[in-house]
């Protein structure tokens, strides 16, 4: 293998990475649909996913790791609890909240205004370029979203889910991808501080856990369970490894090999994946508008992968 070549292997996959990230992202409405029905509070769907997701990750590092992977500079533990903070009250509970209150397609879309907030925090934070080619991606990107949601056009009056529009509704959506901006945004200050990928999230999913215990109702995690305790055992691991333990990991890979911003818009991916979901799963066949609207995120995330010419490039601002 060339060198050439070989620089360029870690860069293509982590853009498989964050692209998995985010389709594993995709698949959350269909876990918190679920618990939701059976009574779990959000707080409660939030702390089952966090709490498993750090059991299994700090278990995994306990038996294969290397145990200085959980320590944390002093100064540096604000880092880790922001990133919870951020991750389990902002990302996880607001667009938990947001799934519940709006349909899923406006739950989407809310959640895929997070890339804006990203690029717009990373160009001072991270001092990243504002490049033209990263804005058309995105405007392109979130444009398809807003079509593949079913929002739009004939698709409107059959979205999945359940709840409609109402402007607190949308607020919490917000402040949703505000939360994952912020994920990104603290993920970046931990890896530009040196911290494995491991680490970052073992401590994401701790603090997030810890911050949601108070408010959980264990006595209906208990209850759910033994009603049905290989089906629910399953289910509440499978939410939190796909809904959490795997894309984080993934994500945070990702972003050692690219900027906060295009990793953002990357992950943007997650509508296509779940419109594929609803056509496998429910057999919901998608219009033209939607089957536009993905073909509009895919040509934007190609968009944002093509190669750069440094010369031409330009930046915005």
């Not at 698709?155 to 402007?167: H, L, M, V």
Request: with cysteine; glycine share 12%.
């Amino acid at each position: 293998m060339t060198g050439a070549r070989a620089a360029k292997t870690p860069a293509a996959i982590a853009v498989i990475a964050v692209l998995a990230a985010g389709c594993m992202w995709g698949s959350i409405g269909l876990f918190v649909r679920y618990l939701d029905g059976l009574g779990y509070s959000p707080l409660t769907v939030v702390f089952s996913r966090m709490s498993l997701a750090a059991a299994l990750l700090g278990g995994f590092l306990l038996l294969t790791g290397d145990r200085r992977l959980f320590c944390v500079r002093r100064r540096d533990v604000w880092v880790m609890v922001a990133a919870g903070v951020s991750s389990a009250v902002l990302l996880n509970l607001f667009y938990s909240i947001s799934i519940v209150m709006n349909a899923l397609s406006l739950a989407s879309i809310l959640l895929a205004t997070a890339p804006i907030f990203v690029v717009a925090l990373s160009a001072p934070l991270f001092r990243e370029r504002v490049t033209t080619q990263k804005v058309v991606a995105m405007i392109v990107v979130f444009g398809g979203s807003v079509l593949t949601s079913g929002i739009v056009g004939s698709g409107a009056a059959g979205a999945p889910g359940g709840g409609g529009f109402s402007p607190f509704g949308v607020l919490v959506g917000l402040l949703g991808a505000l939360g994952w901006a912020m994920l990104g945004v603290m993920s970046r200050v931990a890896l530009n501080r040196g911290y494995h990928a491991l680490t970052i999230n073992f401590y994401t999913f701790f603090f997030g856990a810890l911050g949601c215990a108070p408010f959980a109702d264990f006595t209906l995690i208990g209850a759910t369970v033994a009603a049905a305790p290989l089906k629910m055992s399953g289910f509440l691991l499978a939410h939190a490894l796909v809904s959490a333990l795997l894309p984080y990991i993934l994500y945070t890979y990702g972003m050692r090999f690219m900027e906060t911003g295009t990793a953002a818009i990357l992950a943007s991916v997650d509508p296509v994946f779940a419109a594929a979901l609803g056509f496998f799963i429910y057999g919901e066949r998608p219009d033209t508008v939607m089957l536009t609207g993905m073909a509009m995120v895919l040509a934007g995330l190609a968009a944002l992968n093509l190669p750069k010419n440094p010369k031409r490039e330009k930046s915005i601002g």
